[in-house]
């Protein structure tokens, strides 16, 4: 996999992600917190695929 993400998008994509995850765990967004598992899965490994551009 070639890297497709710079660095202040993987730093973006890490703390929003985090803050979804947070606020889900005292359910103040829910389910929707789920979505926060993608943004810092993608960060981490600097790839992101197509269907996940923000």
């Not at 947070?22 to 899965?41: A, H, K, N, Q």
Request: net charge positive; proline share 9%.
């Amino acid at each position: 996999m070639k890297a497709n993400t710079g660095t202040i998008d993987r730093s973006l994509r890490i703390v929003a992600g985090l803050r979804h995850i947070g606020l889900s765990l005292p359910s103040v967004i829910g389910d929707w917190g789920r979505i926060g598992l993608v943004p810092p899965g993608t960060g981490i490994f600097r790839f992101c695929p197509p269907g996940f551009s923000l």
